[in-house]
């Protein structure tokens, strides 16, 4: 495994901190990354972004989806199986069915909108919302009088 050192990025940038901790970050999960469950991210308008899970045999009660500091963390909690209640004997046992966690680093000002869970689907709707402040705005021109004219009225 290759290891990166971010230190030359701090020394040199400013305000890029952030930018070098999802890279760090980024390179530590790769290794740890079992693929389980396995997701989609698709584009769906221009501001507007889904993520697809497969969560085969997760019902909603036991799935809990968090944003926290522009991290969104999917995380299904499997209840107690009742195979010792119901005596089970499975020749093939494919489905998973074990614990997850999945993380996803956000971009400002990307928030949540809607989640739904269709047929072992669980669909995140994200979507980018900027401030009022920060969307670009049209700067009228006035047309004022000429300065060499408004001397001369002076005068």
């Known amino acids: 495994m290759r290891t990166y050192d971010f230190t030359p990025l701090y020394r040199s940038a400013v305000g890029f901190d952030r930018l070098a901790n999802l890279l760090e970050s ?10 389980y469950p396995p ?27 968090e944003v926290k500091e522009n991290l969104l963390t999917v995380t ?3 209840t ?23 993380r996803f680093q956000l971009a400002d000002y990307v928030v949540v909108t809607d989640a739904s869970l269709v047929n072992g689907l669980l669909s ?3 979507k980018r919302e900027l401030p009022e402040a920060l969307k670009p705005r049209r700067i009228e021109i006035g047309a004022g009088q000429p300065l060499i004219e408004a001397k001369a009225e002076a005068a």
């Open 39 to 65: 997701y989609n991210i698709e584009t769906t308008g221009e501001n507007a972004y889904r993520i697809e899970i497969a969560v085969a045999g997760f019902g909603p009660d036991e799935l809990n989806i």
């Open 124 to 126: 995140i709707s994200l």
């Open 80 to 102: 107690a199986n009742d195979d010792a209640a119901t005596q089970k004997t499975y020749l093939h046992r494919g489905l998973a069915e074990r614990d997850f966690e999945r």
């Open 26 to 35: 980024a390179s530590r999960t790769t290794g740890q990354d079992t693929g």
């Open 76 to 78: 299904g909690r499997k």
